[in-house]
């Protein structure tokens, strides 16, 4: 039996959501940036009195708009991240559970493989590799089932009165054997 090598998560799943979080914290900093911009009274007046003045409001109202504007992106920054990884953990965790159920009926012996993911979902190739070896395994059983019937058959044709037709059904169940024998070592393999 050969294995399937692949990759069970979709390539671009790790870059876009390290491009998605980026973006968030990009969008967050900007929108602290202008949030201090909009705060701040400017600069006005050309004297040095003015400026002085500015300055002063500036000192009075610099860490606690700083402290509340921050404490406000933070916490908005931490609810869009977590809300992001949720959105894109449910992508795996869903199809991991779904195939976790699949594998369990497919291993009790249910082996129609019926089952499929929703389109946007993560791990569809861990799906398409649990289906072909259901498949093969399908397979592997009816030709099993079908040996059997065929020594089952010549098992009961047997009554010992008819030489020729004793050596057949002998020679026809030898065969199946050796058949069943080389399903069973391909499978061990």
Same mark, same amino acid.
């Given at each position: 039996?050969?294995? %399937?090598?692949?990759?069970?998560?979709?390539? +671009?799943?790790?870059?876009?959501?390290?491009?998605?979080?980026?973006?968030?914290?990009?969008?967050?900093? /900007?929108?602290?940036?202008? !949030?201090?911009?909009? &705060?701040?009274? *400017? #600069?006005?007046?050309?004297? +040095?009195?003015? =400026? %002085?003045?500015?300055?002063?409001?500036?000192?009075?109202?610099?860490?606690?708009?700083?402290?509340?504007?921050?404490? #406000?992106?933070? !916490?908005?920054?931490?609810?869009?991240?977590?809300?992001?990884?949720?959105? +894109?953990?449910?992508?795996?965790?869903?199809?991991?559970?779904? /195939?976790?159920? @699949?594998?369990?009926?497919?291993?009790? !012996?249910?082996?129609?493989?019926?089952?499929?993911?929703?389109?946007?979902?993560?791990?569809?190739?861990?799906?398409?590799?649990?289906?072909?070896?259901?498949?093969? +395994?399908?397979?592997?059983?009816?030709?099993?089932?079908?040996?059997?019937?065929?020594?089952?058959?010549?098992?009961? *044709?047997?009554?010992?009165?008819?030489?020729?037709? &004793?050596?057949?059904?002998?020679? @026809?169940?030898? =065969?199946?054997?050796?058949?069943?024998?080389?399903?069973? *070592?391909? %499978?061990?393999?």
């Amino acid at each position: 039996m050969q294995f %399937i090598e692949a990759s069970f998560t979709r390539p +671009y799943y790790r870059r876009k959501l390290f491009f998605s979080t980026l973006v968030i914290v990009v969008l967050a900093s /900007l929108c602290a940036a202008a !949030g201090l911009l909009a &705060v701040f009274p *400017s #600069v006005s007046g050309a004297c +040095y009195g003015a =400026v %002085i003045t500015t300055l002063h409001a500036f000192e009075r109202m610099l860490v606690p708009t700083i402290a509340t504007l921050f404490a #406000v992106m933070t !916490g908005l920054l931490a609810l869009a991240v977590s809300f992001l990884h949720l959105f +894109y953990s449910h992508r795996i965790a869903g199809p991991a559970f779904r /195939l976790g159920q @699949e594998a369990a009926r497919i291993g009790s !012996g249910d082996l129609r493989a019926d089952f499929r993911l929703r389109r946007k979902d993560n791990l569809t190739d861990l799906e398409d590799s649990l289906k072909q070896v259901a498949c093969r +395994y399908r397979e592997t059983v009816d030709a099993l089932e079908q040996l059997t019937s065929v020594l089952d058959r010549q098992a009961a *044709s047997l009554d010992g009165s008819n030489r020729p037709a &004793v050596e057949k059904a002998v020679r @026809e169940m030898t =065969v199946a054997a050796a058949a069943m024998e080389k399903i069973v *070592s391909e %499978i061990r393999a």
